[in-house]
């Protein structure tokens, strides 16, 4: 089992920036992929991005690109969101989670995931 746990949620104006954090600890070693994927009010949870165990790839919704970074530091067993330039269309609670082997396509549903965090709120006022 591997155990996912985010911070680094909060309230923002728009135009400012956050960064989320998502600590694993247990099994982390059989994890090949971390994803972030957010939920706002009424809607389907929504793939945002996904890092590989070594940081080697990154993939990210066209949503994102260019205002978020994922990153990780294997040391920490934490994966990292970078949100700048935030929107208030970027308001949702933000989850992390863990895959094992994945395609690469599997990896950009939250079906392909095995784990999973319990969220933190991200606010971003206009």
């Known amino acids: 089992q591997v155990q996912l746990v985010e911070s680094g949620g909060g309230l923002v104006q728009a135009g400012g920036s956050l960064r989320l954090s998502c600590a694993a600890s247990g099994r982390t070693s059989s994890t090949y992929a971390t994803g972030w994927f957010r939920q706002a009010p009424g809607k389907e949870r929504e793939f945002v991005a996904i890092i590989t165990w070594n940081g080697g790839s990154t993939y990210y919704a066209d949503s994102v690109k260019g205002r978020f970074t994922i990153s990780r530091d294997n040391a920490k067993n934490t994966v990292y969101l970078q949100m700048n330039s935030l929107k208030p269309e970027d308001t949702a609670i933000y989850y992390c989670?863990?895959?094992?082997?994945?395609?690469?396509?599997?990896?950009?549903?939250?079906?392909?995931?095995?784990?999973w965090g319990q969220g933190t709120q991200v606010t971003v006022s206009s």
């Open positions: 989670s863990a895959a094992r082997f994945r395609s690469w396509s599997a990896l950009r549903s939250a079906s392909g995931y095995d784990y």
